[in-house]
C-alpha cells in the first residue's frame, strides 16, 4: 500500500515482522535457503526431507554396494520428515499443534499414501492441517517424501 505521500505504506499500519528461522537440530537444507521464513505470525516452512542433521545416510533407506537406493521405507522417512519440521517450528516458537496446512511430496504415492496417512495421522490427531499431497518423479536428494507446512507462532 501507499500512504498519500508515496512513501510505500499506510498510516497506522504496523511493520510487518520478517524473519529467516534456521533451526541448529534440523538438517541442514540442501540449498541457499533458511528452514523457515517468519512474516508476522505466519511461518512458511522450507520444504524438508527425512535426512539428520550431520548425517550423510538417509532415514528409511536401503542403498546397494554402489550407493544407489534400492528400497525405502516410507514410515521411517516420513518420521524423520515430521521430526525436522517439529524442531524448525519449535525453533521459531511454534509448535506441530500449529500447523495450519501441509504439502506433501511423495515419489511413490500408490505404493506408500496409506502408510503415510497413519504416520501423518499420529502427528496431527486433533487438530487437522489442510493438506495436498502429490506424486513428483524425483525429489533433490535420493529421499521418497518432503513435506512443506505453514504454521503459527504467537
Known amino acids: 500500500m501507499c500512504d498519500d505521500h508515496g512513501h510505500g505504506h499506510a498510516h497506522g499500519v504496523e511493520e510487518i515482522v520478517v524473519d529467516e528461522i534456521v533451526s541448529d537440530r534440523a538438517a541442514e537444507a540442501v540449498g541457499p535457503y533458511p528452514h523457515a521464513k517468519r512474516f508476522g505470525n505466519l511461518l512458511f516452512v522450507s520444504g524438508i526431507g527425512p535426512r539428520r542433521r550431520g548425517a550423510a545416510g538417509i532415514p528409511g533407506t536401503t542403498v546397494d554396494a554402489s550407493s544407489r537406493v534400492i528400497d525405502h521405507d516410507i514410515e521411517v522417512q516420513a518420521r524423520a520428515c515430521l521430526e525436522n519440521i517439529r524442531m524448525i517450528l519449535e525453533d521459531a516458537g511454534s509448535g506441530l499443534e500449529n500447523v495450519i496446512d501441509v504439502t506433501a511430496f511423495l515419489t511413490h504415492l500408490d505404493r506408500d499414501f496409506a502408510a503415510f496417512n497413519r504416520v ?35
Do not use: C, G, M, N
Not at 126 to 153: D, F, G, N, Q
Open 120 to 154: 501423518y495421522a499420529e502427528h496431527f490427531p486433533e487438530r487437522r492441517p489442510s493438506r495436498t499431497t502429490v506424486e513428483v518423479s524425483k525429489l533433490p536428494t535420493p529421499i521418497a517424501i518432503e513435506l512443506k507446512v505453514i504454521a503459527w507462532v504467537d
